[in-house]
């Protein structure tokens, strides 16, 4: 059964593994987040993901590989390579028996060395790590209801959009009238400058790993699922990309598996 700041659906006879648990958290120290009594929202929301996937992608790049010699001249060096040149300067040296003969078989020798030759080298072949993006995690996260629809599947899905969503964002658009109000005295600079509230953070614990801090990047809702007889979500697979707030390294990536 659920605990009372739970919002899921039941899940009765599913292993705990399988389902996903989120909920927000805040910033603890320098590299630290967790929750905070009376700070951060004590609700969470699970649920079993139907379909998962994580994505690290680490950048890693040649910058010498534009060094070699095709890069200044690709086509001539194509054309070296390949033997194409050969028929062009066959038509300009004219064929057999001409005044041309010798210096058309000379150069004939001389293009052959360069079929099935290549400028590339280990040099500038050489990879390096040019960096990495935070790491994104697509879910799809399924809530359906057994005994009350508002509770198992309208709740855990409201609550989910609130974290996605800003905490507030400024009626004043205008940067000059608010400018005016901290001048009087009536707003602060901050609230002057950054007048609007993002959305706040969340972790995701799942098979045994935390991942924290997430924030939600995409969140989407199916809206041809079915509904009961008051228009309230019956079911609903809803699908999300969560992404850290950094990239991460191997303590990280340690940390994660502890629990």
């Not at 964002?169 to 400018?179: E, P, V």
Request: hydrophobic share 40%; glycine share 6%.
């Amino acid at each position: 059964m659920p605990a009372n700041n739970d919002l899921t659906s039941l899940w009765d006879g599913l292993s705990p593994h399988l389902i996903a648990t989120f909920y927000e958290v805040a910033k603890t120290g320098n590299d630290t987040w967790a929750r905070i009594d009376g700070k951060t929202d004590p609700i969470a929301v699970k649920a079993p993901l139907v379909d998962s996937n994580m994505e690290i992608t680490l950048n890693w790049q040649s910058p010498f590989e534009q060094a070699g010699a095709e890069s200044k001249a690709p086509a001539l060096m194509a054309m070296l390579q390949s033997g194409a040149l050969q028929p062009i300067v066959d038509a300009v040296m004219g064929k057999k028996g001409d005044p041309n003969d010798g210096a058309q078989r000379k150069s004939n020798e001389f293009l052959k060395q360069f079929e099935g030759r290549t400028g590339i080298t280990k040099l500038n072949s050489t990879q390096v790590f040019n960096g990495m993006p935070p790491i994104k995690i697509a879910v799809t996260a399924l809530f359906r209801a057994w005994r009350n629809a508002a509770s198992e599947v309208e709740a855990p899905f409201n609550k989910l959009m609130e974290w996605a969503l800003p905490i507030e964002l400024s009626k004043d658009g205008s940067l000059l009238a608010r400018s005016i109000e901290t001048a009087k005295g009536d707003k602060g600079y901050l609230d002057a400058l950054m007048p609007s509230a993002a959305p706040t953070r969340i972790a995701m614990v799942h098979k045994g790993r935390i991942f924290s801090p997430l924030v939600i990047e995409s969140i989407g809702m199916p809206m041809s699922s079915p509904v009961d007889k008051d228009g309230r979500f019956v079911e609903l697979a809803v699908p999300m990309t969560l992404c850290t707030l950094t990239a991460i390294d191997r303590r990280d990536w340690r940390e994660a598996a502890k629990r």
